[in-house]
């Protein structure tokens, strides 16, 4: 009498494997962390340049109407920290006792100790403010807003 074994072939095993394979790459392409993390820094972006703004705004009515003085026509990055500034925006007087902020915020992926990697100006015509983020992702391209 011969008996009849059931097994796995070979064959069986590796089209399990690779279906399972399969299967992975395709939820792990759908989920794509690195976009979903991406995505969430530009919102943190977003929420960071509305919170600079809103500082300077409030610096400004609490000063009559009028703006830091350090803010140029030219859009130019800002300082984190009130020395040295050196070529970048010192707005030291938005975090001075946590008045306005506590402090300024910084990019969340690209930001040194001292550059915050967002960007101020006022314009000469218009006298309005515009903060903004160039160092995006997901090639949205500059958020900016102006007020």
Known sequence: MAKNKRAFSLLDV????AAFSILAGIVILAINPYRQLATMRNAQ??????TILDAVYQYSVDNKGVF?????AASTAI???ASPCGALVDLSALT????????LPRDPKSATANNSYYY???SATTGRITVSASRTENGIGTISVTR
């Open 14 to 17: 590796l089209l399990a494997v």
């Open 45 to 50: 972006r977003w929420v960071n340049i509305n």
């Open 68 to 72: 830091p003085t350090t803010i140029p």
């Open 79 to 81: 300082c984190r920290n």
């Open 96 to 103: 001075v006792n946590g008045k306005y902020v506590v402090a």
């Open 120 to 122: 101020i100006k006022k």
